[in-house]
């Protein structure tokens, strides 16, 4: 049988009644709290990473495809079907490819006016970000006969206009000779994004061919979707050399860069505050150990008499400091696990959509994240607690057990 984690094991702090115990305590709950803060923070930062980045990828993709040219506009010059990745598939990370077109145009109704970009897809465009921020109707619907005149817009479009699911409304198109085109509003989205839901409705890119006189192996561009996020930057170096030379490519994170800038500085300060509170945890722990061994002073002097090496007597307070621990990381997991499932479950914490992009506080489940936290604040833990335990080297058996 192991001295030290017996001893461990039979020593619990002293009476509960005790300052030790009371110390022991607030140990426990500090390593508790400060795990279930930082998991409910990383939990809520990634939501809001998740959330906002979907709302963004829903409407422009990982990487963007075009003609190359100088001209800044909306609409840009089209391009042919061939842009050297009918192979995308095989393209490490690449996930799907999927056309679109825009062009401006002006929506009229009998009290309001208002100018959008009406953006073009087709039956592959990958709904999925869309359906998520749908708000009432339904998804638009295509034919392989004709352009389909059924639109999607957003709920912040559809109270200016005063439109409704089923209604139609007019466009008017800038261009020589103008052209006039009657939509209906099959769909209504809210992504609480303003750069998207002042700007873009969706459309047929049938529509857009049709009024730019364009056959149909004419695109406006390509948005390709990968399958992580994270390797956009090596993805894009492998697209950019399989693609013909005349076309342009550009990631997301360049189109909406103030987005995702604003993301990362919300990151850094989160870690900044957690690094504040893993300090106070570790600390709280070599505090109470300090004071486990100053209250146990009689009792190291006698087991020193007794014969028990440095190395014995300090590993009972490592083992009573891996129980504290463990103690804290259960409570403080469970603690996290309850609040992050009532929110994600009953949304009680509501938040501004004009300021925060979303009407609730997001909640996004990684578990590789849970556990690094675990795992990174258990070993700095441990390691905190071999300070205190030097100090027993320092105690000698004779003053020890006259210590009072």
Not at 235 to 257: P, R
Request: aromatic share 12%; proline share 3%.
């Amino acid at each position: 049988m192991n001295l030290s984690r017996y001893i461990a094991s039979r020593l619990t702090g002293a009476r509960s009644d005790s300052f030790t115990a009371s110390v022991t305590k607030i140990a426990k709950f500090s390593v508790g709290l400060g795990i279930a803060i930082m998991i409910v923070s990383f939990a809520i930062l990634e939501g809001f990473r998740y959330e906002i980045q979907e709302k963004i990828f829903s409407f422009g993709g990982h990487l963007q495809i075009s003609k190359f040219d100088t001209n800044n506009s909306f609409e840009g010059y089209p391009m042919g079907t061939s842009t050297g990745l009918d192979d995308y598939e095989k393209i490490p990370g690449v996930a799907h490819l999927q056309p679109f077109a825009r062009k401006t145009a002006i929506i009229k109704t009998d009290e309001e006016v208002l100018g959008v970009v009406l953006k073009g897809v087709d039956s592959t465009y990958d709904f999925r970000g869309i359906r998520d921020n749908l708000v009432s109707g339904s998804l638009m619907e295509f034919t392989d006969t004709a352009a389909s005149n059924q639109i999607m817009m957003s709920q912040l479009m559809a109270d200016k206009l005063r439109l409704k699911v089923g209604e139609r409304v007019l466009f008017y198109f800038i261009q020589n000779p103008p052209r006039m085109r009657k939509f209906e509003v099959k769909g209504i989205f809210k992504t609480g994004l303003e750069e998207f839901d002042n700007v873009y409705v969706l459309g047929d890119l049938q529509q857009i061919r049709d009024l730019n006189q364009w056959p149909d192996t004419l695109v406006g561009g390509y948005e390709i979707l990968l399958n992580d996020f994270t390797q956009i930057d090596t993805v894009t170096s492998q697209v950019f050399d399989k693609m013909n030379y005349d076309l342009q490519l550009e990631k997301i994170t360049d189109t909406y860069a103030q987005l995702f800038d604003w993301l990362e500085l919300l990151k850094r300060n989160v870690v900044i505050f957690l690094v504040l509170i893993v300090f106070v945890a570790t600390f709280n722990m070599v505090s109470t150990l300090f004071i486990m061994i100053l209250e146990r002073t009689n009792m190291i002097g006698a087991l020193k008499a007794m014969g028990a090496t440095n190395g014995q007597i300090r590993g009972i307070f490592l083992h009573r400091g891996l129980r504290l621990t463990i103690a804290g990381l259960i409570g403080g997991n469970l603690l996290a696990l309850f609040f992050c499932g009532v929110q994600d479950y009953f949304h009680l914490i509501p938040l501004d959509p004009e300021n925060y992009y979303m009407d609730t506080v997001p909640i996004h489940w990684d578990w590789r994240i849970w556990v690094g936290i675990n795992a990174i604040t258990f070993v700095l833990t441990m390691l905190s607690i071999l300070l205190p335990t030097l100090l027993i080297a320092r105690i000698h058996p004779v003053k020890a057990i006259k210590f009072d």
